[in-house]
């Protein structure tokens, strides 16, 4: 049985009113991108030690941190020394609280990926030897913003690099929405990156109806079969997190907003946003078991 964990940011910046969310439906773990209004990549030590303070009184475990990691301009060097520097930063902080898993990206999207293909691989050669000095996994996300969109072409990249630190976190909403590379998340893409996932990611979306722009749902009420992604993963014996990246809000979040989330603007109605996807989720396991 694979366990359950909610971004912390799609509750509330308050780190011990999210616990207290997560705790009240029963989940087992908190993916980490901000709080109090910080970054991963800044999170402060005192910060850190609230938040294990809080932690303290729980069952929960920080299942992931969501860095930002080469969510940067593939032609920046600049920008991709920087994002360097996240990724030392967020490993310093996942060891802290004993987590193995940090999300990455593949550079934001510029034309075709085949345009840009080697330059995507080459862009991994010094992350890669910084994950496996340090013992620490890497779960790229697919993301339509990013070069690297849906399962398909995220296993291909995955093959190609060919290292042990750096897996998949599947995202079926990201896939969903993906207008360059069409793939039906699932069972299309869950099937072709389903033996590299190490994590999981949970949202919904449908198009709208005359402008087939992506619309963020709450889970369950889009467009995506979770009932049989859920019973995939079931069967699949599937063990890791998933993650609730509620993304949904009474009114639709910007683009801006979507592509760099986090902060007090992002949070607002967010924990009313994902009790409904929580209760929703639940729903769904619940069909399962009849």
Same mark, same amino acid.
């Given at each position: 049985m694979f366990k359950k964990a909610v971004f912390t940011d799609e509750i509330s910046q308050d780190?011990?009113?999210?616990?207290?969310?997560?705790?009240?439906?029963?989940?087992?773990?908190?993916?980490?991108?901000?709080?109090?209004?910080?970054?991963?990549?800044?999170?402060?030590?005192?910060?850190?030690?609230?938040?294990?303070?809080?932690?303290a009184?729980?069952?929960?475990?920080?299942?992931?941190?969501?860095?930002?990691?080469?969510k940067c301009a593939i032609d920046s060097p600049k920008e991709r020394q920087e994002h360097i520097e996240i990724l030392r930063s967020c490993i310093r902080l996942a060891? @802290?609280?004993?987590?193995? $898993?940090?999300? !990455?990206?593949?550079?934001?999207?510029?034309?075709?990926?085949?345009?840009?293909?080697?330059?995507?691989?080459?862009?991994?050669?010094?992350?890669?030897k910084i994950l496996k000095a340090e013992g620490i996994t890497l779960g790229i996300e697919n993301e339509n913003s990013t070069m690297i969109g849906t399962g398909k072409v995220l296993r291909r990249f995955l093959d190609e690099l060919g290292s042990p630190n750096v897996r998949a976190i599947w995202d079926a909403c990201n896939s969903f929405a993906d207008d360059l590379v069409k793939e039906v998340p699932y069972p299309d893409g869950y099937e072709a990156i389903k033996s590299h996932i190490v994590h999981v990611h949970l949202k919904d979306a449908a198009r709208d109806?005359?402008?087939?722009? @992506?619309?963020?749902?709450? $889970?369950?009420? !889009?467009?995506?079969?979770?009932?049989?992604?859920?019973?995939?993963?079931?069967?699949?014996?599937?063990?890791?997190?998933?993650?609730?990246?509620?993304?949904?809000?009474p009114k639709q979040l910007s683009r801006e907003e979507i592509d760099r989330p986090g902060g007090a603007s992002y949070s607002k109605d967010g924990e009313y946003a994902s009790r409904r996807c929580l209760e929703n989720w639940k729903k769904i396991m619940d069909s399962l078991k009849a």
């Amino acid at each position: 049985m694979f366990k359950k964990a909610v971004f912390t940011d799609e509750i509330s910046q308050d780190f011990q009113k999210a616990v207290d969310v997560a705790q009240e439906y029963g989940l087992d773990g908190l993916e980490i991108r901000s709080v109090w209004d910080t970054p991963p990549q800044k999170i402060t030590a005192d910060q850190v030690a609230q938040m294990k303070k809080v932690l303290a009184k729980t069952n929960l475990k920080v299942c992931s941190i969501a860095s930002p990691f080469y969510k940067c301009a593939i032609d920046s060097p600049k920008e991709r020394q920087e994002h360097i520097e996240i990724l030392r930063s967020c490993i310093r902080l996942a060891r @802290t609280f004993k987590c193995s $898993v940090i999300r !990455g990206f593949t550079f934001w999207r510029k034309g075709g990926v085949e345009e840009y293909w080697q330059q995507v691989l080459d862009g991994f050669d010094e992350p890669v030897k910084i994950l496996k000095a340090e013992g620490i996994t890497l779960g790229i996300e697919n993301e339509n913003s990013t070069m690297i969109g849906t399962g398909k072409v995220l296993r291909r990249f995955l093959d190609e690099l060919g290292s042990p630190n750096v897996r998949a976190i599947w995202d079926a909403c990201n896939s969903f929405a993906d207008d360059l590379v069409k793939e039906v998340p699932y069972p299309d893409g869950y099937e072709a990156i389903k033996s590299h996932i190490v994590h999981v990611h949970l949202k919904d979306a449908a198009r709208d109806k005359k402008t087939n722009a @992506t619309l963020n749902m709450p $889970v369950g009420e !889009g467009e995506i079969d979770f009932s049989g992604h859920m019973k995939a993963l079931l069967k699949d014996a599937y063990t890791g997190y998933v993650s609730l990246e509620t993304h949904w809000r009474p009114k639709q979040l910007s683009r801006e907003e979507i592509d760099r989330p986090g902060g007090a603007s992002y949070s607002k109605d967010g924990e009313y946003a994902s009790r409904r996807c929580l209760e929703n989720w639940k729903k769904i396991m619940d069909s399962l078991k009849a």
